[in-house]
């Protein structure tokens, strides 16, 4: 391994999405000096904060393949994972709905692919079955996966990456990478903060795998930008959904079909769509899709109608199907490049890369330690100290918070019960990720039915006191300020 004493790291992960942070924390387990590199103001911010949540089981890609087999064996890890690092999660179970008899037929296939990659407890069930599982639900037959769950995909992968930075890991958050070069059997990579060498890269980096992978002469395979549209609840919209249900999904659709997804916290999620964009970053929403997702889960939910929503989202997915070919299926690529020995690319990472990225993070380790004597650490710290939210402590522990702290006492979120400590710990963060969007995923803060409308002003203070002022703060980062000047008087 390189000298700690040197500027020189061993590996160099790029991007701070979910399987960049999954393996950053997993090599973090051995004698390396680790460094992560991230272009946007903080973790999660790319296809991690931009999808349904869920823990897949792995029946949906074909057998085999390595997307169905990072499934199910990262589905067999992501539970006690979760657990270890304090992430909000739960099993919930699954159903995949056939609304007429012919579709059944469909049903059955899957679960055969299922079976055939190894997925545990499937069972196809009927009407009687649907209705007790999921009272919300409407269909004849049902895929009933039992394994499957829920989860916080920007919780997940921020506490993934502090567990790493706290067994010794580097985080940078802007700091994309403008050029590579190699010299000296070193990669050289180049960022607005500095040049960093490193002996293995690992290329994470989403979207943009294809672009970093070029910079490294690497021109293997090209990524086709899809954006997923979602609609989400109010947490008290009135219904309660148990588990996620799904359409029967479409042959000649790339995705899953529109389904309806519970949070933790009990917002109802639709969506999504699945439509090619030629912006990576067009992750705006639109009325037509937003029509559209209402009609389709409604097939599904009729209550649906009744509900409101409180907002809407996108994330981009970084799909290798054209969307102009004929192919539906593409596979992940997680490869070491013969071009460039030392350099591996992750590309093609999309759902159900939430679930697959802890068994991603194994083989990249696989990889490295097939060249390399990877020395485990004797003290390495597998857990990340668990945070409580006051909005889930009991009257006893909120009065024992409140008496020690006086922060714990000041509301600053009331939609989902945020006080100021919990907001000044989210700031001081190890990563100094400062934004507003920061503090949302740390804190739930302006996730509520208000939308930020009570808490924005009172985070921007906190943020001031912090030492960040106005005309620095952002939404995200970049040029997403809040505030352009002050007014006179």
């Known amino acids: 391994m390189a000298d700690k004493k040197s500027a020189v790291c061993d590996v160099a992960v790029i991007g701070g999405g979910v399987v960049g942070s999954a393996v950053l924390r997993e090599l973090s387990r051995y004698e390396l000096r680790l460094l992560l590199l991230e272009r946007d103001a903080d973790l999660a911010e790319g296809i991690s904060k931009g999808n349904s949540g869920v823990i897949h089981a792995g029946f949906n890609a074909p057998a085999g393949s390595l997307k169905a087999r990072t499934n199910v064996a990262g589905l067999g890890m992501i539970y006690g994972l979760a657990w270890e690092l304090g992430v909000p999660h739960r099993k919930t179970g699954k159903l995949v709905v056939a609304l007429a008899d012919e579709d059944r037929s469909r049903l059955e296939e899957l ?76 990669f050289h990579l180049a960022t607005p903060k500095g040049t960093f060498a490193a002996r293995w890269v690992v290329n994470s980096a989403g979207l943009f795998s294809e672009d970093v992978a070029r910079l490294a002469g690497i021109d293997d395979f090209r990524v086709f930008p899809f954006r997923g549209e979602y609609l989400i609840t109010d947490k008290d919209c009135g219904l309660r959904l148990n588990l996620p249900v799904y359409p029967v999904p479409p042959r000649d659709d790339p995705g899953l079909g529109i389904h309806i997804t519970p949070t933790l916290e009990g917002n109802i999620i639709l969506g999504p769509s699945a439509e090619p964009v030629e912006d990576k970053r067009d992750d705006a929403s639109t009325s037509e899709v937003m029509g559209r997702l209402k009609a389709e889960a409604g097939r599904l939910m009729p209550e649906l109608s009744r509900v409101s929503f409180i907002h809407s989202y996108a994330g981009i997915r970084p799909k290798l199907v054209d969307p102009s070919g004929r192919d539906r299926f593409g596979d992940f690529i997680v490869e070491e490049s013969a071009l460039r020995p030392g350099w591996i690319n992750l590309v093609g990472i999309e759902s159900p890369g939430l679930t697959a990225a802890p068994a991603i993070a194994v083989m990249v380790a696989g990889m490295i330690g097939t060249k390399e004597d990877l020395r485990p650490k004797p003290d390495f710290d597998p857990e990340r100290p668990h945070r409580r939210r006051f909005a889930a402590m009991d009257d006893d522990e909120r009065t024992g918070r409140v008496s020690g702290d006086a922060d714990w006492g000041e509301m600053v979120c009331r939609c989902e019960h945020v006080t100021r400590a919990e ?57 997403s300020r809040l505030f352009y000047g002050r007014l006179k008087g």
Not at 446 to 468: A, S, W
Request: aromatic share 6%; charged share 25%; glycine share 14%.
């Open 111 to 186: 679960k055969a692919e299922g079976d055939k990659g190894g997925v545990p407890g499937l069972e196809i069930v009927d009407e009687t079955a649907i209705r007790r599982l999921e009272p919300l639900a409407r269909g004849r037959w049902a895929l009933y996966s039992p394994h499957t769950g829920i989860i916080s995909p920007y919780e997940f992968t921020i506490a993934l990456s502090e567990c790493a930075w706290q067994n010794g890991a580097r985080v940078l958050l802007e700091a994309p990478v403008g050029a590579v070069d190699f010299r000296g059997g070193l």
């Open 423 to 479: 907001v000044v710990a989210a700031l001081r963060n190890p990563f100094r990720a400062r934004t507003m969007d920061a503090v949302k995923r740390r804190t739930r803060c302006g996730m509520g039915r208000c939308q930020g409308g009570f808490c924005t002003p009172r985070i921007v203070e906190i943020l001031q006191d912090e030492g960040v002022p106005a005309d620095r703060i952002t939404k995200r980062g970049g040029g």
